[in-house]
């Protein structure tokens, strides 16, 4: 089994945290060759039971000018690129502009979407469950999955959930 799988999420919510921590349990390569005009890779995580090309996509967000134009073209078709697209978000970032553009990109795409909250080492059980309830309401995730990237809670969870989309 082996697909590509996409991180996205604002900056400092742990996309490399999270990345070397799932490098960190099993790693085979890490890269960053351009693969194609389009895409990445950013890293190849080689397990037992298969292998998961990460691809790197440049932010999701409004395009202020051509560049910015560029880039998000992108970014949208990574999303469609992909086997699966891992939504990284962390549980004091609720709904804003920012997220509900997101939102609007996702939808677009038939690409299922896992949603992975980070940081769960810094908030009660009780918030990431009333957190979780804003997000699905927003959007049909095939996954939701609560890690800590920093401690390594929960990311063994979301490799098997990765794995069965690929
Ligand atoms: P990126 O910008 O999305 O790549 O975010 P980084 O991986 O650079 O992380 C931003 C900050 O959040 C760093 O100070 C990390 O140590 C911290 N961080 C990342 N994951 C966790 C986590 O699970 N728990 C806590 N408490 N901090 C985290
Ligand atoms: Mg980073």
Redesign the pocket.
């Known amino acids: 089994k082996s697909g590509f799988a996409t991180l996205i ?12 921590r799932l490098i960190g349990q099993k790693i085979a390569i890490t890269s960053n060759k351009p693969q194609t005009t389009r895409n990445r890779i950013q890293t190849v995580l080689t397990l037992d039971e298969g292998q998961i090309v990460f691809l790197d996509t440049p932010g999701i967000h409004k395009a202020k000018n051509k560049l910015g134009d560029y880039m998000v073209n992108v970014a949208e078709h990574t999303l469609n690129d992909v086997d699966v697209i891992l939504w ?1 978000v ?1 549980p004091t970032n609720f709904i804003g502009a920012g997220e509900r553009h997101i939102i609007e990109q996702l939808k677009k795409t038939k690409t299922p979407v896992i949603l992975v909250i ?5 908030v009660k059980k009780d918030d990431i469950l009333a957190f979780i309830d804003t997000y699905r309401k927003e959007l049909d995730f095939c996954e939701i999955v609560p ?5 390594g ?1 929960n990311t063994d969870v979301l490799i098997q959930c990765i794995l069965k989309y690929l």
């Open positions: 999420g604002r900056p400092n919510v742990g996309k490399s945290t999270l990345m070397n990284l962390e980070n940081k769960t080492d810094t890690v800590s990237a920093l401690k809670d």
